[in-house]
């Protein structure tokens, strides 16, 4: 007699699948991002960190978002609050859904059945919960109540070993919660699929949040700190713009054409404008005409019907299309199309991260090819570990660099100085083109010259030239006098 | 999705041996099955799980194919040889069944770790329809 159940166990075997561990999205664009697309399902994760670091908040959000997929959750407690408490800590975020507790979203305690029945009671428990409820995944808070439950090492890894086979039997992804810092050789950690750790420092009177992922098996996620803020959406990661610039190790093409900067004097001058996709740095100090200059390259991006986008920290966006028409610009037209977008942030308690990632899904959303970013140090201010200035700079422009986009970035120079510039040699390597924006003495005239310090695949004249501004903008006169030399201050 | 059995009945509840050297394995199958009706005895290896059949004969068999002592496959040959043996269904797992010539084998399904317990649970509903 043939068997019926041995051909579908053949063909179980035939179909010789590979049976990757799939990833959980966590809802959360730039967790997923750190996780390496998300986290392995079914596996119990250690998130921990010191009181106040978020943990509830990330794991309420991970929950509110599974449970709004379609997703049955469950919360369970192990500290004596109350649910009602709970909820109403996290109930102000906009991913709360009240309709989705009781529904997808199923609350209770453990705390009774830990405290009565110890480890073996909670298990019980537990296993009859997941078994009644068959939740996606499931969410242990006040978790280090296991601890203080007095076990024994040895009970306590027994207690692990079987709590991550029963989760993973169940394909329950599981997220332990636990006021705790740092990877320590206990079965908590040990005898986790993963560790997360939620931190904060203080940066002078500024709070820095961050995320580490200690570990996460089936899963190539990135590695060192991330930061990251709480605000009215819930936990909004960033992954350090560096490590994911590394990850995606993107190689710049060339080109072999070249762009107008927009002063045609100035193309004239050095051989035609720049190279399409290169950056530019625009040298100089305080009023002496960078900004003006980057507005020229915008214009004329503008003018050959191209996408152009000025992040900007000083001057607001009103202060520069005055700036612009002032010197005959009109750029007004052009942000009321949507042509030309300004990223303005003050360089205050920004994440650097933050704003290179609305840069960039900005220049991607709208096909930006020509950026201005007035100015550098408003970038080198933002970036809180000074040890990260050079790196992010690294990335950014390489990134710039790899999608094409033309880029100039005005750097300032001290307004008042003894000789000519000296310029940090490393920023020579971030940029394909410099030029240099001084004041310069000429029969005990005040004047403006511009100069070429660097210009990458490009003949050019190296000598100086005086630079004009009027009511039509920049425009570059003959070379400037051999007696001219620098001011001492800008003045 | 299964329901949650209902309380013990007053007839003998189905019997099924887990066989694992895995005991977080044997020991969660156990937990999650008794929830659902069935009574369970584990084993950590063929020869373990012969013992216990000498015991009391089970209704069905889980074993892992690879295992110190007696693996998977040759428990299931061994039962196949014994007395009432041909008919006990017998489900066998593995995360690795191409390092295992399964062809030859006379189990009744094959499972490729890892074994969700949904999946396990419809399985041995199915292999033992007339015993829920």
Known sequence: ?491 | MSDVASPPRPERQPLVLVVDDEVDITDTYAMLLELHGYRVSTASHGVEALARMQQEWPDLLISDCMMPVMNGLELCAAVRALPGGAQLPVILCSGAPERHDLSQSSHNLFLRKPVFFERLLDEIQRLLPSQR
């Not at chain 1, 830990?114 to 409820?133: F, K, Q, T, V």
């Open chain 1, 1 to 491: 007699m043939s068997d019926p159940l041995q051909s579908s166990a053949s063909a179980d075997i035939a179909s010789g699948r590979t049976h990757r561990i799939a990833l959980l999205g966590t809802g959360i664009a730039g967790f997923d991002e750190i996780l390496g697309g998300g986290l392995p399902a079914g596996s119990l994760y250690l998130i921990q960190g010191l009181a106040g670091s978020g943990k509830t908040t990330l794991a309420s959000q991970v929950a509110f978002m599974q449970a709004r997929a379609g997703r049955q959750v469950m919360l369970l407690t192990l500290i004596a609050e109350s649910h009602a408490k709970m909820l109403n800590h996290v109930s102000n975020f906009d991913f709360f859904d009240d309709s989705l507790v009781g529904h997808q979203i199923q609350m209770l305690s453990g705390y009774a059945s830990l405290s009565s029945g110890g480890l073996r009671g909670l298990l019980r428990l537990i296993s009859a919960e997941l078994n009644r409820h068959r939740p996606g995944m499931l969410v242990i808070d006040g978790f280090r109540s296991v601890r203080d439950s007095g076990p024994s090492d040895l009970n306590l890894s027994e207690f692990m070993h079987a709590l991550n086979s029963l989760v993973f039997t169940m394909n329950c992804t599981t997220l332990l919660l636990s006021p705790v810092e740092g990877n320590m050789p206990e079965s908590e950690n040990t005898l986790v699929d993963g560790v997360i750790e939620l931190s904060q420092y203080e940066s002078g009177m500024q709070l820095v949040r961050e995320i580490k992922v200690f570990k996460l098996r089936g899963a190539n996620h990135l590695l060192g700190k991330h930061v990251f803020e709480i605000n009215q959406s819930g936990v909004e990661i960033f992954p350090r713009f560096e490590a994911t610039a590394t990850r995606a190790g993107k190689v710049p093409g060339t080109s072999d054409r070249y762009v107008s900067v927009g002063i045609p004097s100035w193309d004239k001058c050095i051989g035609g404008g720049v190279v399409s996709g290169s950056l530019t740095c625009l040298l100089g100090s305080p009023g002496v005409g960078k900004t003006l200059m980057g507005l020229h390259f915008i214009e004329q991006g503008l003018k050959d019907d191209q996408q152009c986008l000025i992040v900007g920290f000083y001057e607001s966006p009103e202060r520069l299309l005055a700036k612009a028409r002032k010197a005959g610009m009109q750029l007004d037209d052009y942000l009321e199309s949507g042509a030309l977008q300004m990223l303005w942030q003050l360089p205050l308690e920004t994440l650097c991260d933050d704003l290179a990632k609305r840069m960039l899904d900005n220049i991607g959303r709208r096909g930006v090819t020509r950026l201005l970013i007035d100015g550098v140090d408003g970038l080198r201010s933002i970036v809180v570990q000074q040890q990260r200035v050079r790196p992010f700079l690294v990335a950014l422009t390489n990134e710039l660099r790899s999608r094409g986009v033309t880029t100039f970035i005005t750097e300032q120079l001290p307004y008042f100085r003894e000789s000519r510039p000296q310029v940090d040699p490393s920023s020579s390597q971030l940029y394909e083109n410099m030029m240099l924006l001084e004041y310069v003495a000429r029969n005990e005239v005040n004047r403006r010259q511009i100069s070429v310090m660097k210009l990458r695949e490009n003949g050019y004249d190296g000598a100086a030239r005086l630079m004009n501004i009027s009511d039509a903008g920049i425009e570059i006169d003959g070379l400037a006098a051999t007696a001219s030399t620098p001011l001492a201050d800008g003045c």
